[in-house]
T-cell receptor, first 118, second 116 residues
């Protein structure tokens, strides 16, 4: 069963628009970790944020912000005033405490492809 | 620091050929991973090594073997390549979780493999 669902396959926005990428996760663990990664057209995977299950504080980093809501099992990512350089595939991922012997391997969603046009 | 390096960057194989993908990290991380990325599928775990001297299967291990050569290096071997193994392969590493904290994984640049 898919543990991380990114329902939006592709999103297209015009520069300066705000955009929210959705992530819904599924776990029975009380201790778990959520991540967002960015994959630009060049192909590398860039770490953006880590959040553990005990910290529901929202986070803001420049134009990026993350909204973690345990009640709805969601960890959404918002880009404010999008720019062309934000065009990439964004992945949400889950790591569960039950996988401690596995070094906390990541379960990835299928990704959301964001296209920002001028 | 180079971070996580992978070789080769590109490779074309014929069905039945074998090859080894190399991965090395210079961040003194204990845990290393191999993932494959297919269009529309996200990344799926092939094998992992939680610490030096240990390896274990992930979600899609069939057709692959791994070797944790030392703390720095973790290789992935395809013994008899099949077209279904055409994919982009990523190696990653992370610090060993301590106190229940999971650390982010750092990824290599990937190897694009085509099997004809």
């Amino acid at each position: 069963a898919q543990k991380v669902t990114q329902a939006q396959t592709e999103i297209s926005v015009v520069e300066k628009e705000d955009v929210t990428l959705d992530c819904v996760y599924e776990t029975r663990d009380t201790t778990y970790y959520l991540f967002w990664y960015k994959q630009p057209p060049s192909g590398e995977l860039v770490f953006l944020i880590r959040r553990n299950s005990f910290d529901e504080q929202n986070e803001i980093s420049g134009r990026y912000s993350w909204n973690f809501q345990k009640s709805t099992s969601s960890f959404n990512f918002t880009i404010t005033a999008s720019q062309v350089v934000d065009s990439a595939v964004y992945f949400c991922a889950l790591s569960e405490a039950r996988n401690s012997n596995s070094g906390y391997a990541l379960n990835f969603g299928k990704g959301t492809s964001l296209l920002v046009t001028p | 620091n180079a971070g996580v390096t992978q070789t080769p960057k590109f490779q074309v194989l014929k069905t039945g050929q074998s090859m080894t993908l190399q991965c090395a990290q210079d961040m003194n991380h204990n845990s290393m991973y191999w993932y494959r990325q297919d269009p529309g599928m996200g990344l799926r775990l092939i094998y992992y090594s939680a610490s030096e001297g240990t390896t274990d299967k992930g979600e899609v291990p069939n057709g692959y073997n791994v070797s944790r050569l030392n703390k720095r290096e973790f290789s992935l071997r395809l013994e008899s390549a099949a077209p279904s193994q055409t994919s982009v392969y990523f190696c990653a590493s992370s610090e060993a979780p301590t106190g229940g904290s999971s650390y982010e994984q750092y990824f290599g640049p990937g190897t694009r493999l085509t099997v004809t």
